[in-house]
């Protein structure tokens, strides 16, 4: 026992170069070359708005892991949560058998969530949710007779997960469908509407909404989009209004709307969920920030009327469910991280965010090498003119004490909600001493 826990200790406290270099050749990283890859930094502990490196290094963390941890790391309410149901049962299936997590869970979401919203399925990863919401619809249609619509309509811009239903809604272009063409199903895109969350709307981009229901509604099962704010695919803001002609010509050609809000759920954006402030989706995604970055879970919620009309026809089952479906642990830690994100302030918090990104990034707007600087919410966005040397930027931010992960031409902070100011003006502050001159991490 003493030797097991030595052993464990050393495992999670240290890494050597031996690991490292098992790491580069023989485990992959999201989306890095297998030929060239790029380093990895090795994380041994995080705490607080913290990741802590093996060397002792402490990072201030600018990307609350991709969404998720809005609470920050080590979060003694979560790791209380996990303890405790770690000691009634950490999983057990969900065929047959419910239990009080997933029940509490549900429970939650429905109260939180807009009223219409009324039917839970758990399940375990957002791109797993995001199929399960597609599946959802072409079931919805199929009940209804509508045997032939089997096609999804969606901005171009798009991300909406990595397996192949997701990824054939997902922008063709940065999804790279030209890869993956005669394996991907194929869909309807429109142009993303135009930038900028309180742009007025422009007529002739409603027009070619028009234009895409007229073309593709018959053939078509659903809209699908993220409200509001396009993540992984460029950190596009839009104004909400596009949603109610989008849910107009959903409601006139009998598509569903499903919004995918993996990764504006749980406050990021300034309200809890878009939904609440856009018009209502039949069918919604939430992954992400549900289990406060603790554990892989995820959700699609849709109305009675979905849920019923599926029930009333000749396969009156949703056909799907993962082996770990409705997992306990996740949905214990998910109950803990929902109720601790209530008896805070958030709404406060994440203004102030916005409030302090907006002051201390602006003057990344004069800087030569940036094209626009745009806040919304807890989400701090500098676009570059060319795309950014993504190793040489890696490892300034490193040297300089901050956790920042930028893609293509888009440096951006989404901190944990309870970064504090000081953190917060020093992540900003890095940010623009990369952006200027003499540094300039172009690619080009
Ligand atoms: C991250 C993300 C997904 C995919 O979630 P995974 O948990 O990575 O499968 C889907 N949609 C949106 C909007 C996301 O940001």
Redesign the pocket.
Known sequence: MLSYQFCHQVTTATITAQDLAFDRHHLWHPYTSLRNPLPTYPVVAAAGCELELADGRKLIDGMSS??CAIHGYNVPELNAAAKVQLDHMSHVMFGGITHPPAVALARRLVEITPGALQRVFLAD??????EVAMKMAIQYQYARGERGRNKFLTFRG??????TG?MSVCDPVNGMHVLFAGFLPTHHFVDRPPAGQHTPLDKSYLRSLDELFTKHAHESAAFIC?PGV????GMHFYNLSYLDHVRRLCDEHGLLLIY?????GFGRTGALFVSEIAATPDIL?L??ALTGGYL?L?ATLCTDHVAETIGNSDVPNLMHGPTFMGNPLACSVAVASINLLFSRDWRAQVENIGQLLDRYLAPAAALAMVTDVRVLGAIGVIETEQPVDQAVIQAFFVDEGVWIRPFGKLIYLMPPFVITDGQLRQLCAVVIEACSVPKNFSAA
């Not at 990863?125 to 995001?130: E, L, P």
């Not at 798009?158 to 397996?163: F, P, R």
């Open positions: 991709w969404w990863s957002g791109s797993v949710s995001v798009g991300y909406h997960g990595d397996t997701p993220e396009q993540g992984a695919g995918d809000e993996i990764a504006t995604t992954g992400k892989t995820a």
